[in-house]
């Protein structure tokens, strides 16, 4: 598969496994990154990037960049 069939297929996998999100259970290191998060936040360790930012600064790298 090419890489842009390999992206069509998870892209259409994660559309269907995100129609049903109770179905898929979030492993418990989940919360844990969640909430070591939330308490970043809380002491002014750490803030929150809207989304569209975030998305820009993704789609705007390099791809051999880690």
């Known amino acids: 598969m090419s890489v842009a069939e390999k992206l ?34 809380e002491q002014g360790q750490a803030q929150f990037t809207p989304w569209s930012s975030a998305r820009e600064r993704l789609l705007n790298r390099p791809l051999n960049e880690d």
Do not use: F
Not at 10 to 30: C, F, G, I, K, N
């Open 8 to 41: 069509r297929t998870m892209e259409a996998l994660w559309e269907d496994l995100s129609r049903t999100p109770e179905q898929v259970p979030a492993p418990e290191w989940h919360g844990e990154i969640l909430e070591d998060r939330a308490a970043q936040i």
